[in-house]
């Protein structure tokens, strides 16, 4: 006859170590997380300034890329294709005729190394606001 085996007993899990590993990893989580939103585009000020002079225009006839140069004294002056402007708004009127053009014209924005950051951003965005979309910055 077969001697007789004491039944089996049923092994628990012990959860309460499972369970601060949990919180500590939700403590870890949270602490690390970053929590603003990621910046997609520049807030600026789009507002007209009474600087709308309107310049006299030469609409380039055949134009490959449409370099912008800023140079910075005292204050701002920009030269694009050969035509010099003085104020954002004869910017904005020059870029506008090259829009007319062709939208799809790669533009390359050239700033001095003493111009400031807003100066270039504001420049940027009279190129979106002209609608041409192949803006690139000289390295």
Do not use: H, W
């Amino acid at each position: 006859m077969k001697t007789p085996t004491p039944p089996r007993r049923r092994t628990m899990l012990n959860m309460i170590p499972m369970i601060d590993v949990i919180f500590l990893l939700l403590i870890f989580f949270i602490c690390t997380a970053n929590f603003q939103r990621p910046e997609q585009l520049l807030a600026t000020d789009l507002s007209l300034t009474g600087d709308t002079v309107k310049s006299p225009v030469i609409k380039p006839k055949n134009i490959d890329v449409a370099v912008i140069k800023i140079i910075y004294d005292p204050k701002a002056v920009y030269t694009v294709t050969e035509n010099r402007c003085e104020t954002i708004g004869q910017l904005r009127s020059v870029l506008n005729s090259l829009s007319e053009l062709k939208q799809d014209l790669p533009v390359i924005i050239t700033p001095d190394d003493n111009v400031p950051m807003e100066i270039v951003i504001q420049v940027y965005d009279t190129c979106r606001e002209a609608g041409l979309t192949k803006i690139q910055f000289a390295a």
